[in-house]
């Protein structure tokens, strides 16, 4: 039984793609980054208390993926908007510069308690969009509930210049790592992966190749 510990449609539409049924079971966790913590070291520890926290609820047959994403300036995480103002401000702050999104995967077989963890990070250069483009994004509502107060998506804003990364990890689940950790559980997949996912987000990926030939989760 794979279960996701999130109830993130965007999760949950990339999970879709390896072609293995499902089911979504939210982890509720204190989501507080500690003193000095770096945006990886964030991420990492919080997909493992997610997959932990989801695994003591279900039963042994189950295998329990979780993940989590932030935005980051540097070493400073970016989370989600308090309010409008504060995801106007993030906006401002992103504009016409390189950042970094970073997502945690955990992968956690319930029966022995094996646990895996890869991480995955983004370089995300931001276009140079107007007050009166953020002042419209932000009405909508969106930002409210992204890290970074932005959805790479989006099809009205459009905000980022141009990708040359893992576009999956910055909508929040990077699917060749979460492949790697997997096939790491001797877990087959039927799916082309790398094929389904840029199929899926219309995006011509330069890395999958090189995530998927590395072998181990660092």
Do not use: W
Not at 5 to 21: D, H, I, M, Q, V
Request: charged share 20%; glycine share 6%.
């Amino acid at each position: 039984m794979l279960i996701l510990a999130s109830n993130s449609p965007r999760r949950k539409e990339l999970l879709t793609l390896l072609g293995l049924p499902f089911r979504a079971c939210p982890a509720e966790i204190d989501e507080s980054a500690l003193p000095g913590e770096t945006p990886r070291a964030y991420v990492l520890r919080l997909a493992e208390g997610k997959a932990r926290a989801i695994a003591a609820l279900t039963p042994t047959d189950s295998l329990v993926i979780a993940a989590d994403t932030t935005v980051a300036d540097g070493n400073n995480i970016l989370g989600k908007p308090a309010d409008e103002g504060q995801a106007t401000e993030m906006l401002n702050r992103l504009r016409g510069h390189v950042h970094q999104v970073h997502t945690a995967v955990a992968v956690l077989r319930v029966a022995d308690g094996a646990l895996l963890l890869d991480a995955c990070a983004t370089d995300v250069p931001m276009r140079d969009y107007s007050q009166a483009e953020i002042a419209a994004y932000v009405a909508t509502g969106d930002p409210l509930d992204k890290a970074g107060a932005y959805a790479i998506q989006h099809d009205g804003f459009h905000p980022v210049e141009h990708l040359e990364g893992c576009y999956a990890n910055v909508v929040g689940l990077p699917l060749c790592h979460l492949t790697r950790l997997l096939r790491m559980l001797n877990v087959e997949l039927q799916a082309n992966v790398p094929v389904a996912c840029q199929e899926a987000l219309h995006y011509d990926c330069p890395v999958f190749e090189k995530i998927l030939s590395n072998t181990t989760n660092k």
